[in-house]
């Protein structure tokens, strides 16, 4: 499995920005795939999960209505909407494969799949 993030970059307050995973060795139609991000001092956090075998997408709160995820199976691309970005959300995302969403929280299996990340900054 190979992921390759693009997209991120430095935007202002209320700004958008569309982030970008390139998926390889990946089956679209089983595999669960989304999105954490790391912060400057903070642990990582699950922003997004998508989860094929129940078609169910499970999002942060704090993002909620904010970010949308979607995915292009003929391309493998999965993508991150991201609009109304605050400073908060300033972190370096993560594409992530094996994610699963379970008790109001988000995980991966094993170690999970990862890319390298794209930067994200937000200014106030």
């Known amino acids: 499995v190979q992921l390759v993030e693009s997209g991120g970059g430095l935007v202002q307050t209320g700004g958008s920005l569309r982030l970008s995973c390139a998926a390889s060795g990946l089956n679209f139609e089983q595999d669960a795939i989304g999105w954490y991000r790391q912060a400057p001092g903070k642990e990582r956090e699950g922003v997004v999960c998508?989860?094929?075998?129940?078609?169910?997408?499970y999002y942060a709160d704090d993002v909620k209505g904010r970010f949308t995820f979607s995915r292009d199976k003929a391309k493998s691309m999965v993508y991150l909407q991201m609009n109304s970005l605050k400073p908060d959300d300033t972190a370096v995302y993560l594409c992530v494969a094996d994610c699963y969403y379970l008790i109001d929280s988000f995980g991966y299996y094993g170690e999970g799949y990862w890319g390298k990340g794209t930067r994200v900054t937000v200014s106030s």
């Open positions: 998508s989860i094929s075998s129940d078609g169910n997408t």
